[in-house]
């Protein structure tokens, strides 16, 4: 895959008050190149509990490559791109939910806990050619 089709992904996570913040960190870490830094900001719950959200943000074409290649470890794949059509949003972003635990774990898999939201090129930018393309990357890199 010469170019990559995306301006850029973020990935996310919530660490709540019972879970071990390194933890989490190592699950999102699963899904980042190495030398990726972790943005973190600490705010509190509706009941005074302390939540901490861990995120990265990927821009140049190799740290978006090795997303790309960590995503289509999906034993799910199939499945997200025939749902490419509810997943890419009007304004061009693709979004997938990814299983925490499983990451922790070094595994891919769909599930709650880390949220990826990639921003699809698309000249023009129209959710059809946005969902075209996000199609083609991930299958690009399934091969």
């Known amino acids: 895959m010469a170019s ?3 301006h850029y992904i973020d990935v996310r996570s919530f660490c709540y008050a019972t879970e071990d913040e390194k933890r989490v960190e190592e699950a999102l870490r699963t899904f980042l190149p190495e030398e990726c830094e972790l943005e973190r900001v600490e705010n509190t719950g509706y009941h005074g509990d302390r939540i901490v959200i861990l995120s990265a943000r990927v821009e140049n074409a190799d740290d978006l490559r090795h997303v790309l290649s960590r ?3 999906l034993d799910e ?3 997200l791109l025939s749902e490419l059509d509810e997943r890419v949003d009007d304004n061009c972003s693709f979004f997938v939910r990814l299983d925490k635990q499983a990451a922790f774990k070094g595994d891919v898999r ?3 806990g880390i949220t990826l939201r990639a921003k699809v090129e698309a000249y023009p930018a129209k ?3 946005a969902v075209e393309n ?3 990357a991930l299958e ?3 091969a």
């Open 4 to 6: 990559v089709p995306f």
């Open 71 to 73: 995503l289509s470890e």
């Open 77 to 79: 794949l199939d499945r």
């Open 110 to 112: 769909l599930g709650e």
């Open 127 to 129: 959710r059809e050619a």
């Open 134 to 136: 996000a199609r083609n």
């Open 140 to 142: 690009a890199v399934r």
